[in-house]
Each structure stands twice: as C-alpha cells, then as structure tokens.
C-alpha cells in the first residue's frame, strides 16, 4: 500500500461495483458528495475511494484560536486538515483516501475573487508547489492514472469543466480526471457534481423561514448553480443525513452545519446553503441509463 493511502479491508478492486471521487480539498468531499459517498461506501459489495488533491492550506479558518494555523503565521493548517478530513470520512463510513501524489505534493492554490457572489479566479502569483500550476498537469495526470489502475473503478466522479464556481483547484482537478479517464480502459462514466437551480432555490426558500438559521441568505445568484436541464442524475441520500451533518462538521476550521430543519451550513464566509436530501450529478462520459438516472452504477457493467 502506498504511504498515502488510507485503506481499510480488501482491495477496492476487488468489489463488484468501484466509485472513484477526485476533490480539490479537504471538506469539498463532505460539502458536494457526502452523501453520495455514504451511500456507496453503505452499499454491499461496493468500494468507494476519494482521492483528494491537497491539503487545503490557503483555506480561511474559523476558530479564532486555530488562526495560528494560517499560511501567513506558522503555515500549519495542512496538516490540521489531514486529521480533519480522516474524521469526515469515518463520519462517512468510507475506508479508502489518498492524496494525489502524496500528502502534500501539490499545494492549494488559492483563489482570487472574480466579480459577484463566490465566482473564484486564480491568483496573479502561485506557490511553486501550487495544484493549478500550468507545468504540473501532466505530473498530475500520471499521479491519478496510477490510483484508477489500482481501483480500476467504473464510475469517477469530479467538478464540471468551470470547477463549479471557478476556483483553480476545482478546475484543475476536472482537468486532471478529464485526461487521466482517457488513459484507461475500465471507467464507462464520468460524472461532475453540480446543484441544480430548481434544488438551490427550493432549498434557499425552506431556509428563509427559519427563525434561528445562524446563517446569512445569500443575495440572487450568489451560489453557484446550473440549469436544471443539464441535470442527468439525482442520488437519493436521505438516509444518510446524519453522517453528512458529521462529516462538515469535521471540518471544523472551514464550515459550520446546522441540523435544521431543514439542515443547512456555511463556509467561511458564512452564507448559507441548503443540505438537501438529493445530490446531483451531470453525466460527462458514458451512456445514461435513463434520465434522470437515480443510480451513478445505472447500466455499468461489473
């Protein structure tokens, strides 16, 4: 077993049904996937392995007293968010996480505001180590090629080509998966996260009515969202949102949870975003089965 992986039990390749999820950070994870992540990682004779492509080290933090950890003080919150992020998926019941190409090989990037609302840009000068790096791609690319020939899973799920709202460790990382898919034979789909707009305005409206969110509503197109006609698959994962609400908050220096109902949280910046009971998904590669699909193994073949 490579030094970064975090394993538990048999080979993922050796389950029938194999699900490969690649994030930018730690806490993307919980926030865009968790419950598809608990479902899986539920299911019989189903292997679920998250790659997560660093360490989050320019994340905001929220703890006064974890300030220390920052980038501009003792640059330690990387490995803050390593324990972090083993808390969120043993909140998710999954077994199986790596680092691409090692804890740490690459670094968060950071991000620069781009206009209204959370539209993310990258910044004007990089870390050498930085994840978005124009010269690593291919470094990158070699690194999750060796993961999916370990796992051979049929099914990878990423960010759409615009990292969901721009930021160059989501756009990298789509990036990455993109180009490593075409490097193997075994993956039949690939699919981005996404929230459709009818979810996001529902959920938006359930929040406005509740008297003691600690959250602020965000104003008209602050969240990012997609048209609903782009959606192709919404997974069920109503039975899971206990271990959701966990897993975010693990993640104690970046989000806050708020069990509702209905159940919200926040980032950082502390504008809420409803936890519903469905995620969604687009299907990038592969033939759908059905429309929309309702299970991400939907016509795969073991």
């Known amino acids: 077993m490579a030094a970064y992986a975090v394993r538990v039990g048999p080979p993922a390749s050796a389950a029938r049904h194999r699900l490969l999820l690649v994030h930018a950070h730690p806490d993307d994870e919980s926030l865009a996937t968790g419950g598809t992540i608990a479902r899986y990682a539920a299911a019989p004779d189903t292997s679920v392995t998250l ?70 840009a990258l910044p004007e000068v990089l870390h050498p180590r930085a994840f978005a790096a124009p010269r690593a791609l291919d470094a990158q690319v070699d690194a999750l090629v060796d993961i999916l020939e370990d796992v051979r899973p049929q099914v990878v799920v990423s960010y759409d080509a615009e990292g969901g709202y721009g930021h160059p460790d989501h756009v990298r990382a789509h990036d990455v998966t993109a180009k490593a898919v075409t490097r193997v034979s075994f993956v039949q789909k690939r699919y981005a996260c996404v929230r459709g707009r009818s979810m996001l305005d529902s959920g938006l409206a359930a929040l406005a009515g509740v008297p003691d969110l600690p959250f602020r509503l965000p104003g008209p197109d602050e969240l990012p969202s997609v048209p609903d006609a782009v959606v192709t698959t919404r997974i069920d994962v109503s039975a899971f949102r206990a271990a959701r609400l966990a897993a975010i908050r693990a993640h104690v220096t970046q989000a806050w949870a708020h069990g509702g109902p209905p159940p919200s949280y926040a980032v950082t910046n502390r504008v809420a975003q409803p936890m519903p009971d469905v995620e969604e998904f687009v299907l990038l590669d592969g033939v759908p089965a059905g429309r929309p699909e309702t299970d991400l193994f939907a016509g795969v073949e073991p």
Not at 83 to 90: K, V
């Open 51 to 120: 790659v997560t492509c660093t360490l989050g080290e320019l994340g905001e933090i929220i703890p006064p007293e974890l300030a220390v950890l920052a980038a501009d003080h003792a640059d330690q919150l990387g490995g803050y968010r390593i324990g972090e992020l083993a808390a969120a998926c043993a909140a998710l019941g999954l077994h199986d996480q790596r680092f691409l190409g090692g804890a740490g090989r690459w670094r968060d990037s950071g991000m620069a505001l781009a206009g209204h609302g959370v539209r993310a």
